[in-house]
């Protein structure tokens, strides 16, 4: 009974020491939405967070990636966190707009992050304020089978010509020139943003996402006239793969090139490919003289308007914008650091390879449906992929595309 | 009150017993009924304050090409479904004998209503995938050029709704081998006497006694099809290019999904589902009420 009595006693102690401790640490709540090797990237971020400030404890929940995007809505309104992941651009727009998340300005001109961080800098800004931090992005580019280019005996192009080309000799061997799996669609909108950033430029794209430049004008047709030119040789029954799956037919050599993100390399060097075997090369020019604008999506923190513990999250952003903190993040995640000080694994061909396209590039695109508005971005995604099965029906897709600009930018 | 009670105690016992249900009856059915119309007449994107804009939401419905091609899906589901009816009949009667072991066949007949629609989706999917699939490939020997089903605009639609009779089928031949067996025995004896037999007993003996059975069946088929979201959403996100939409999956699409956040417009797409529904179900209450014989 003794022996009760102090065991007892002594749970009592111990729960009100272990309460106390946490009553001295200030909690920081952070919802986010990581797969597995980001989350154990993040999981080591903020171990180094919680050494340096001792008395904020970090209380991570992780959402499956998928479902934070309709938990995001919910959260915001109801159970505000005090960090909350995003992304850049026209992403973050509906939620700055309604007034849910915070301007972090002050984090970033106390930080000088305008300079570190200068190339994610506009995609952070709306209305001259900035909404968030970014930590990470990844460039976007034409990945390759080097043993196919091998086996059929082509170059690496350096033109578009070329690369038009090459599918002729590809297609002559059997196999697909381009690869894509549009059945999520986003793969299709990855061609369309280079094609017309090559064709057009930088500006035109943005101005064209933004809703100022209407679907039917010539240099829209422009652009899918030189899509038009690859059309014959992508994979045929896209519209029902998955990307992965069409990852899978570059790994057989059934195809050659694929547009794509680097995310990507982690499925191909699954698939059994290497350093010697996969190619990466930046999308080539086909207007000459055109500065070269890339694709970076890049992936943010914001602080909820509903915040409790500002100050710690205003911290928290500052030390994920750090030079060292983003090189160490990055190399976890094997995505390139938004700070411009950070450094990248060297031994990561992909990486390098992404880190010179993207500090050398004239201007940084997010990705289409982040440049536009949700509904422009669903209804032009289906057009495209649309474009690639049926391009006889070019004109109405246009059309299409037109009418819904007339509704959603208003 | 005591009283009162005693007075009308037959009168209010039957209320009292029913008011849970029809509190949360209305909670979950009929007051969002009302909030989905209310919503409709809204510009809405779940953050911000809903503007009001009268019908301009359904004024926009009669013009969207999405909708068209949402409702003539609808439709080809409506009509291809009832398939499943005669169908369903047919391997009911079929396994409606007695043989050794007709139990096992029957649960193995019944196997796909069993299984989830999501499974029942990914099994069809990879049944008509490209360059794998066992029907891509089939079609592909015979035709030496292969047919990726959900690719393909044209026949995407009739692609998923042959995955959903698979499971409408058995659950319909379930109801039938049910109502077999209260066929009653002593009519169909009759009905042999005078020599009836195969198409014209089934006619005018068999089915005439199936007729609740073909009721129900019927219903389940009509709401099923008319309910058709979990196949569409998890063999082609509605694509390719939003060819094998259907009203349910454009609502969503429009409503909750990731491009989406028009909950007005969403809103507009789930009443027009509504009404539809509503023809068939008072229609369905219609028959019941007539067929009531105690009224």
């Given amino acids: 009974m003794v022996h009760l009595k102090t065991g007892a006693l002594a749970f009592v102690a111990a729960l009100l020491a272990s309460t106390s401790a946490f009553a001295q640490a200030r909690e920081l709540k952070y919802y986010a939405d990581f797969d597995p090797i980001p989350l154990a990237a993040f999981e080591a971020l903020i171990v180094d967070f919680e050494a340096a400030n001792p008395d904020v404890d970090v209380v991570l929940q992780n959402f499956d990636h998928e479902g934070y995007k309709t938990a995001i809505r919910n959260f915001l309104t109801a159970d505000s966190p005090d960090l909350a992941n995003w992304y850049a651009g026209n992403r973050m727009a509906p939620f700055v707009n309604a007034g849910q998340f915070q301007d972090v300005s002050d984090v970033w001109e106390a930080n000088g992050l305008s300079d570190s961080l200068a190339s994610a800098k506009a995609s952070m800004t709306i209305d001259d304020k900035q909404w968030g931090v970014p930590y990470t992005y990844y460039q976007w580019g034409i990945y390759f089978n080097k043993d196919v280019y091998k086996s059929v005996g082509v170059e690496v192009p350096a033109t578009w010509a070329g690369f038009v080309e090459n599918c002729t000799k590809f297609k002559a061997a059997g196999i697909d020139c381009l690869t894509t799996g549009t059945k999520a669609l986003w793969p299709a909108a990855g061609i369309f943003d280079y094609i017309n950033m090559r064709t057009n430029g930088y500006e035109f794209h943005m101005d064209l996402t933004a809703g100022k430049i209407a679907w039917t004008d010539d240099r829209v047709k422009a652009t899918f006239a030189e899509w038009a030119k690859i059309q014959p040789y992508i994979t045929a029954n896209h519209a029902a793969l998955e990307w992965e799956e069409a990852a899978a037919l570059m790994v057989q050599g059934k195809a050659a090139n694929y547009v794509m993100g680097n995310f990507s390399v982690g499925n191909f060097k699954e698939g059994g490919m290497t350093n010697d075997t996969l190619g990466f090369m930046v999308f080539p020019e086909i207007t000459p003289g055109i500065p070269r604008a890339e694709e970076a999506p890049t992936d943010t923190i914001h602080i909820p308007a509903g915040a409790k513990n500002v100050d710690d999250a205003k911290k928290f952003l500052a030390f994920v914008a750090d030079a060292d903190v983003q090189t160490k993040l990055n190399a976890a995640l094997n995505q390139l650091p938004t700070n411009k000080n950070s450094s990248v694994n060297a031994d990561d061909p992909f990486l390098v390879a992404g880190f010179e396209a993207l500090s050398s590039a004239y201007a940084l695109a997010q990705f289409f449906d982040r440049d536009a508005p949700a509904e422009m971005a669903k209804a032009g995604m289906e057009g495209f992929q649309q474009f690639m099965v049926q391009p006889e029906e070019l004109d109405n897709i246009l059309n299409r595309l037109e009418q819904v600009r007339g509704q959603v930018y208003k | ?295």
Avoid: H
Wanted: net charge neutral; proline share 6%; no cysteine.
């Fill in chain 2, 1 to 295: 009150m005591s009283a009162y009670w005693k007075a009308n105690q037959r009168r209010l016992a039957p209320w009292m017993f029913l008011a849970p249900g029809l509190a949360i009856f209305a909670l979950y059915v009929i007051i969002p009924i009302f909030q989905s119309i209310w919503y409709s007449f809204y510009d809405w994107d779940g953050l911000s304050p809903p503007v009001w804009i009268g019908t301009a939401n359904y004024v926009e419905l009669t013009t969207d090409p999405n909708m068209v091609t949402s409702f003539w899906n609808n439709l080809i589901w409506l009509l291809l479904y009832m398939l499943a009816v005669p169908l369903g009949l047919f391997i009911a009667i079929f396994l409606n004998q007695t043989v050794r072991g007709i139990r096992i066949y029957k649960s193995l007949f019944f196997f796909p209503f069993v299984i989830s629609q999501v499974v029942v989706g990914l099994i069809f999917s990879w049944f008509y995938a490209p360059n794998f699939g066992p029907l891509y490939l089939l079609i592909e020997q015979v035709t030496g050029k292969g047919v990726a089903l959900l690719a393909d605009p044209d026949l995407v639609t009739y692609g998923i709704i042959a995955a959903g009779l698979w499971p409408q089928i058995a659950y319909v031949m379930i109801l039938y081998l049910t109502g077999l067996n209260n066929v009653a025995p002593d009519q169909v004896e009759a009905a042999r006497l005078d020599g009836a037999k195969g198409w014209r007993m089934l006619w005018y003996v068999i089915l005439p006694q199936l007729r609740p059975a073909t009721f129900i069946a019927v219903v389940v088929t009509v709401i099923g099809a008319l309910r058709s979201f979990d196949l569409v959403s998890i063999m082609t996100n509605g694509g390719p290019f939003g060819s094998s939409r259907v009203l349910s999956y454009y609502m969503y699409e429009q409503a909750l999904s990731e491009y989406g956040y028009r909950m007005g417009y969403g809103a507009a797409i789930a009443v027009v589902l509504f009404a539809i529904m509503m023809v068939f179900i008072s229609g369905f209450i219609w028959k019941m009420w007539r067929d009531e014989p105690e009224r």
